[in-house]
Every structure is written in C-alpha cells, then in structure tokens.
C-alpha cells in the first residue's frame, strides 16, 4: 500500500481523522463523534517530527543509556527470523513470525503524540496494527486482566546488557482494557519505512497516552496474565514510575515537574509547550473514572 508520508507532509495531511483514525474504523463507527471532537481539538499543534530526529534522539538502554548511542549501536541487533511468543491465558499460543501474528491485520497509519518521562516530547507518524486486532486473533480467556510484555536479549550485540545498567529483559505491561483501547498499537514502521532498530524493530508497542517507557520495544514475547505482572521501571523504583504512567501535568516527578515538556526539534532552540493530561487523548479517562489519579501515576 502506499503510504501518504512518504511524501512531504503538509499539515493539510493532518486532518482530525486521518490523525488516528482510518478508514474502516470511520465507516464502521466504531468510534462516536464525540471522540472525533477531541482529537479534533488537540490537532492544531501536531506536526510530525521528521525521520532523523525520530532515529537519532532515542532511549533503548539495552544499547546504552546516552540519548545517541541508540542510533550509533543498535544496527547490530539481529532481526532476522524474528518470532514472538504468544502465551498464557489465550486460545491460540505459540510461535508467531512476525508475518504471522500481523499480516493478515489491517494496517494503520497513526500520527501521535510521544511524551517521555524525562519532559521531553515528539510527534511521530506511526505505522502497524491495532493491538486489540492481534489479541483478538490469538483469542483472551476469561480471566486473562492483563498483557505482559517482553524485549529481546541479545547480549553480544547489546552494550547496555553487557554492563547491566537495568535488568534485562525489559518488561512491560497493560491492563486488558487499556491494552484493547484502539488507541494503543503494536507499530511494525514509521514515516512508511519498517522500524530502525533503535526505535524498537520490528516490532514494538505504542500507547499514546502513557509515558514512553511503556512504549516496549523489539518485542518477542506477549503473555496474557491474571496479575499485574513485573514491569521494568516500577520494579526499580516504584516511587518515580509507576505501572499505569499515565501522562499527567498535574502529578510531578519526585524530581520534577510533568507540567510541560521540550519539543525535540525544530532547530538549535527546543521549544516547551504545556503537557496535556492523558497527553491530549481525553478518550481514555474513562478507562480510570474512579481511580486516584495520584495512583496513575
Ligand atoms: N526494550 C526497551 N524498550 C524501551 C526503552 C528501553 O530502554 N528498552 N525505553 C523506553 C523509553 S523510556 C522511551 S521514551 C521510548 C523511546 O522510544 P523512541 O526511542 O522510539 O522514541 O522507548 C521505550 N521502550
Ligand atoms: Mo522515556
């Protein structure tokens, strides 16, 4: 298929609907309009970061923890015969090729806003499949509340994992409902182009409305849980991150303010804009009406 971005995106590109949703889900109304309106709302300040900052300006600490060496050392991550190990409490486990698990999916274009925990921010043109679709196709049992993630380890070709800077594999996690939002995504490409390696290939997940950390990349293995299962970052200190980190201006870091965020790029100066709760995709709250937001954090 071809994609619209691999062209110059102009901001005409960035309509409310083609910011998320595509055609199948508009036609189907799957979606009300009231959800259209807020996107609508939050699209005036989104325009796509371009190809080399998204690959050049990365957290992948299983490459190291500097903001380059992502770039300067992932190409040795071998993603030849890639599977993913699909498990737990589901009707269909095993072990998928990637073709397996995603290409009979309908394909996505998603241009989101990226909100790190560090305050600093992207916008980036997301290609790939809805979540849901391949949780669906793999059938949850009941009882199954949530998705458990995990990162390759290769620790020839990773420096980070040779010098232990967290523990490895790198561990993520979703509650089932915010895993079925049709929001979050497993992306397979950026910008029409397969995943660099330092942004997660081939494949990795994208949940708009929470902190990058939980964005887990080059994923290899997806089980369906009971419990909540371990995640990484709140495993190694659960006072700054939490496991539902969710993004909110309103609930500082212990050491410092989520109130705005740097906009990497657009020349020598970083902008700061104001951060959004739920990083502007409102449609999410009522996934925790009822639940402190202190908690979410
Ligand atoms: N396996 C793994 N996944 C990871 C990370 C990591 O270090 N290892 N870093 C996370 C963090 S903190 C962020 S902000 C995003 C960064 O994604 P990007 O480099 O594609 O922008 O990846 C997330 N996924
Ligand atoms: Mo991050």
Redesign the pocket.
Known sequence: MAYRWKNNLTQADVTPKGMWLNRRQIMAGAVGAGLIGNVAGAADDLEPNSLED?RS??????FGTGKSD?AENAGALDTSNWTIKVGGMVDNPGEYTLDELVGDLTQEERIYR?R???AWS?V?PWNGVELADVLNKVGVQSGGNYVAFE?VVQPENMP?VRRNV?PF??K?GLRMDEAMHPLTMLATGIYGEPLAN???API??VVPWK????????IVSINVVAEQPET??KDINFREYGFFANVNPNVSHPRWSQATERVIGGGLFSARKDTLLYNGYDEVASLYEGMDPNALY
């Open positions: 998204i300006y990365n957290n992948y600490y299983e992502p990226f790190c925990v560090e992207m980036v990162t980070g967290i594999p790198y993520e330092q942004n997660g990795r997940l902190y990058g950390f939980k964005s887990i990349k080059s990484t970052w």
